[in-house]
């Protein structure tokens, strides 16, 4: 009995001393909901690890559900974004299996930053929440309620997955 609590007690051990972003190499999906003023839609980001805390990937977002007094074509509803990372849950050290991550996007609507943390049940599968805000928009001036669309500040949760 004591041999099985020894080899479950390393086996847990090796197994919690893995952190949850790997560095070079590591590629990260994430599918979810988000939430903005005037609408609600889905995102879907990728990361691929460039160096030990250092990521980029892209992102896209859509605007399904829209409030009544919204009509948005397409290119109004989405956008396409190139992502930066700066992975620091190993810095951190809060858990590891938790990944914190600030970063800056230039999408079709602005440039812009996010901070998103990913929580990890396994090595594969896990949640996340992620919040954006432009910085900078490309269109100077007062935007219509279209504009608008992921040109605001933005929340996002939903599933992440580890490759």
Do not use: C, W
């Not at 290119?75 to 992975?87: H, M, Q, S, V, Y």
């Amino acid at each position: 009995m004591k041999k099985i609590l020894l080899i479950a007690a390393l086996i847990a051990g090796v197994t919690v001393n893995a952190q949850i972003f790997a560095g070079k190499g590591d590629q990260k999906v994430q599918i979810g909901a988000d939430f903005q003023s005037g609408a609600t839609g889905i995102q879907g980001t990728y990361d691929y690890g460039l160096a030990e805390n250092f990521s980029m990937g892209l992102g896209v977002n859509y605007a399904l559900g829209l409030d009544d007094d919204i009509d948005a074509d397409f290119d109004e509803r989405a956008t396409i974004k190139l992502r930066f990372n700066a992975n620091i849950g190993n810095v951190i050290n809060i858990d590891p299996m938790f990944d914190f991550y600030p970063g800056l996007a230039f999408s079709t609507k602005n440039f812009g930053g996010h901070v998103g943390a990913r929580y990890f049940f396994t090595d594969g599968f896990g949640v996340y929440t992620e919040a954006a805000f432009p910085l900078a928009q490309y269109k100077s001036g007062d935007l219509t309620v279209q504009e608008e669309l992921y040109n605001q500040f933005n929340v996002s949760v939903g599933l992440a997955f580890n490759f």
